[in-house]
DNA sequence: TATTTTTTTTAGGCTTGTCTAAATTTACAA
DNA sequence: TTGTAAATTTAGACAAGCCTAAAAAAAATA
């Protein structure tokens, strides 16, 4: 159907469309690790296959079609790492990768059927919606603990920041998903935030507030 | 590790060399449905990181190297049918060409889990046996049809020939893996064969008995 | 508004894996 | 053993995707 380039191009203009609404160029280099130069070429060639709406110097968006596509590449992502995870017992800061690989396997049939062997799950395990076979995923509601006041306490229910350093990182703190916390105080120096969780406080940087979703 | 064309080739030439010992060029190129040119290009690459063995001319072997790496495609290909088969309900015709794209995931933790997950099965939906981890699996003693005399019974285990016409074709007489059958008549005109199976008569091509392979 | 900086695109090249056409080597047959 | 046919390799080209360096456009700033 398409090719492993445009799929990861696909994805990744999805992906930064959740924050601005038109993407630059250099955004989508930075996000795929390649040259602005790479990209044109590839951003030319979506849109001659009307993936993409592009005009010269004025960033991309996709058209519904690349969206469907985007997001039929996310559901592949997020089932996989559903099953990585559920049924062969990974760690969810070990699979990305694998799952990065396994979404461009092509066959709809046998992602639907994977979807219900492992009874429709709605999340990945990492708090993000997976699509169904429509295409329809509701919204994260989800908010970044470094946008809730004091006292207010929700269940970890996400991440923003994929990374195996971060996950790691959460896993030693014991900040998994479906715990629950309170937020006890925001130091005002640094920004740094005091979570009471099972009894317990523990102390994260703004920048780790910023990457962990609560549901409230 | 090795690119996707690599392996191509490698389990092409590993398919090829069960049946001739050194394996040539044109051979390979009617296997993967190419060019020999394109043939002799990959042949060099390959000799280069030692891979197979190769002098200009003489057709090539795998190198134990090459033999391994060739092996452990073939696991994961095996592994994924029965996959297919056996969790996610696909039929035994259906599942080649996802697991053609499957067997190029490169994570072998995950080959590995897999095969766990599934409890280690010996053979695939085709009845083709599957590598363990090491490399080690048992060489087919089955037996083509067209090699056994009237008379002689045994279990329908595997096949030669796994296109999904001839897997169709089976699957709709009934002569699926696992069935018991017996030779009643060899037809000396065509060498067509006659067999029993459940007490019903059923008449097979030559082609038919050389392709489908039994367990005495 | 004019100038500088940043962003984006173009131009030209490289690698992988493919192809066709031509040359070469090997195999077979008279 | 020599000539022809078949198999194989080489030569040269092409598409996809990437790169660097240079040019062009847009944005920021004086």
New binding site residues.
């Given amino acids: 159907m398409h ?4 799929e990861n191009y696909l994805k990744a203009i999805f992906k930064l469309s959740q924050i601005t609404e038109n993407v ?3 955004q989508i280099a930075a996000e795929l690790a ?12 979506l849109a001659e296959k009307l993936l993409i709406n592009y005009t ?2 004025q ?1 991309v968006s996709l058209t519904q079609t690349g969206e469907k596509v985007a997001i039929n590449i996310i559901r592949r992502h997020r089932l996989w790492e559903y099953f990585l995870v559920e049924k062969l017992h990974f760690k969810w800061d070990e699979v990305h990768d694998m799952a990065e690989e396994m979404e461009h396997i092509s066959s709809n049939e046998l992602i639907d059927r994977l979807d219900e062997f492992m009874g429709f799950p709605s999340r990945d395990p990492h708090g993000d919606p997976i699509p169904d076979n429509k295409g329809n995923f509701k919204k994260n509601d989800l908010k970044p603990i470094s946008a809730v006041d004091v006292n207010i306490c929700g269940i970890i229910s996400g991440v923003k920041d994929h990374s195996t350093a971060f996950l790691q990182y959460l896993e030693k703190q014991g900040l998994t998903i479906g715990k629950k916390i309170t937020v006890k105080e925001i130091i005002t120096y640094d920004n740094a935030v005091i979570l009471q969780m099972e009894n317990k406080d523990i102390q994260i940087s703004r920048d780790v507030a910023i990457n962990l979703l609560i549901a409230l």
């Fill in positions: 090719t492993l380039a445009e630059s160029t250099n390649t040259k602005a130069s790479s990209v044109t070429d590839m951003l030319r060639k010269r110097y960033g």
